[in-house]
């Protein structure tokens, strides 16, 4: 049970409401009777500064934080209230695409119908309306309103913040006219892997959509992704980049997405997007270095089975996009956490999943491969809006920088251990090769007349002692 002073009140939605806010950390002062508990803040709210710069990545800078989201009271939008947002759960964000889906209420495909939101979602709607009508507002009280609980809630808000969130403003997003020749400006065998990797990526795609329908998003998809590489040559693609393209048109729609699209890529996923992904694979350890702090039992049985957190890379390098495309309003609650965390916060995450399902895991065959087969296949029940706290206060706890020299240790030891098993498999090789030689140069005695099986052998040597004794015993030779 939580402590009543964990509690922070938070503002009333309906533009009567009369609302403050007077800490950049977003303690609201204001009337009514909502509140959000303090653990689904980034930042407790008594905090120093240098604390909550100490929290911050590189790439997101606390003087950033700092700043006003709009520029000046003309720039801010106009929020709907809910009985306007879109409560026919059929065009989410992907236009001029019209969607159809069957009307069973506990399809994931109305996830953003406001008839089924509940109470806290309600809410929270209210608190972002209050929150983002203030002109004083800054980015770190709007990435407060996208990591605490339910996120931005809606898919209506998250087209309205989602680039203010990146640091765009209503001017950087132009129409961008000739994408339909776009991938003529990438080299074509990356344009035919970007090809085969949407084909893939219709699990995005609501369910009972036609032909028409998954044929223009699969196209626009395709769009957006060669247009960020065409725009930034030093950005290599990688296998699960689509998912995160997916996921951004589905919310953003087509020509917005772009720009969201390649922010995200410039802000959070460069280091991905390199010419080779050892950096990545580095940094896959801070998971390993996490759980030895956190649950070194668990991070033990992992190393016996000789597992490393590889099986992790996915939900890295997809924000759980790959994981979860089919569950779009968990997928897009959780890019609005990450879009307002440190750029290694799904690392956490997953150190946070992987030890909430140690029982799971000791009660699995204890080697390498059945292992492996559970942490990549992730349970739909996960209690995430619990992990993601979690997950903040292990950052909060253990920052990057306070564990980068165990990160290493673990990937050295990965590297030796990874040359071990090439020397292994080498000698094998060199083995069975050898092995190879030696029957083709020993010389077998062949016989003058092919024997069918020893079984005919034993009979042939049978029958010629058999007749030489009844020759001898005829003949009366000694």
């Not at 998250?158 to 080299?187: A, C, F, M, S």
Request: charged share 25%; hydrophobic share 35%; net charge negative.
């Amino acid at each position: 049970m939580e402590n009543e002073d964990d509690v922070l009140p938070l503002l009333q939605s309906s533009p009567e409401t009369s609302t403050s806010v007077n800490h950049p950390d977003v303690k609201l002062q204001v009337k009514g009777t909502l509140s959000i508990r303090k653990k689904n803040c980034n930042w407790e709210s008594n905090e120093t500064t240098e604390n909550r710069e100490h929290c911050d990545s590189k790439n997101h800078s606390p003087t950033l934080d700092a700043n006003k989201v709009w520029s000046d009271i003309n720039s801010v939008p106009r929020i709907p209230h809910i009985e306007n947002l879109d409560s026919s759960g059929k065009s989410n964000g992907v236009k001029p695409i019209t969607f159809t889906h069957n009307s069973s209420k506990d399809d994931d495909s109305l996830d953003d119908d406001v008839d089924s939101l509940i109470g806290r979602e309600r809410m929270k709607i209210k608190v972002i309306q209050g929150c983002i009508s203030k002109p004083e507002l800054t980015f770190g009280e709007l990435k407060l309103l996208g990591c605490s609980s339910e996120g931005f809630v809606n898919d209506d808000m998250r087209r309205i913040l989602w680039p203010r969130l990146l640091g765009l403003k209503n001017e950087d997003l132009t129409p961008v006219d000739r994408l339909e020749n776009v991938h003529e400006q990438i080299p074509n065998d990356v344009y035919q892997q970007i090809l085969k990797d949407v084909v893939r990526s219709a699990s995005h795609f609501p369910p009972g959509s036609t032909e028409e329908e998954i044929a223009a998003f699969e196209n626009e998809m395709t769009q957006m992704i060669c247009w960020v590489l065409h725009r930034h040559k030093k950005l290599n693609y990688y296998q699960g980049y689509n998912d995160v393209a997916a996921t951004v048109l589905m919310v953003m729609g087509l020509q917005n997405g772009l720009y969201v699209l390649e922010q995200i890529s410039l802000k959070f996923l460069e280091r991905f997007m390199e010419t080779t992904m050892e950096k990545v694979h580095q940094e896959l350890f801070f998971i390993f270095a996490l759980l030895e702090r956190v649950h070194p039992t668990l991070l033990q049985h992992l190393e016996n089975v000789e597992l490393f957190p590889h099986f992790a890379l996915p939900e890295y390098t997809t924000w759980y996009a790959h994981k979860y495309s089919e569950h779009r309003k968990l997928l897009h609650r959780l890019f609005d956490y990450f879009l307002g965390s440190p750029t290694l916060m799904p690392l956490y995450l997953s150190t946070v999943v992987v030890a909430h399902r140690a029982t799971e895991i000791f009660n699995t065959t204890p080697d390498m491969g059945h292992t492996h087969k559970v942490l990549c296949t992730l349970p739909e029940d996960l209690p995430f809006e619990t992990l993601l706290v979690d997950a903040k206060n292990l950052y909060r706890k253990y920052p990057p920088e306070s564990i980068e020299t165990d990160v290493r240790d673990y990937d050295n030891k990965r590297r030796q251990k990874e040359q071990q098993w090439k020397k292994t498999a080498e000698k094998n090789r060199q083995e069975r090769e050898r092995r190879k030689r030696l029957q083709v140069a020993v010389p077998h005695p062949r016989l003058p007349y092919r024997v069918g099986s020893y079984r005919t052998i034993a009979v042939v040597t049978v029958l010629a002692i058999g007749i030489y004794a009844f020759l001898k015993s005829s003949t009366g030779l000694n």
